[in-house]
């Protein structure tokens, strides 16, 4: 299937940032959300965030007021703004796009380390 395009991602202290960008390919039509979810080591797949089309926002609770999330509907593009990152953040993270037609895709996740 096709998949997402990441970037980003690394090793970061304590308290600082780190900036994924993700990008759906031109063969993956009617996006309506982009959203990025994370997986930590030994724990379930949750959500980070998600926008629409529109741009309306959702954030998980530990990460409000931490990270942004925006996305580019003419390229297809989705980016996560990560601030004031806490070891809990360290995971595996993943883009998804998901369509009008109730199609998901994914990216192959980036690896963030919060660690000093």
């Known amino acids: 299937q096709v998949q997402l395009v990441e970037s980003g991602g690394g090793l970061v202290q304590p308290g600082g940032s780190l900036r994924l960008s993700c990008v759906a390919p031109g063969s993956i039509f009617s996006i309506a959300t982009m959203g990025w979810y994370r997986q930590a080591p030994g724990k379930e797949r949750e959500l980070v965030a998600t926008?629409?089309?529109?741009?309306?926002?959702n954030y998980a609770d530990s990460v409000k007021g931490r990270f942004t999330i925006s996305r580019d509907n003419l390229n297809n593009s989705v980016t996560l703004q990560m601030n004031s990152l806490k070891p809990e953040d360290t995971a595996a993270y993943y883009c998804n796009a998901h369509t009008f037609h109730v199609v998901d895709y994914w990216g192959k996740g980036s690896l963030v380390t919060v660690s000093s």
């Open positions: 926008i629409t089309r529109g741009g309306d926002t």
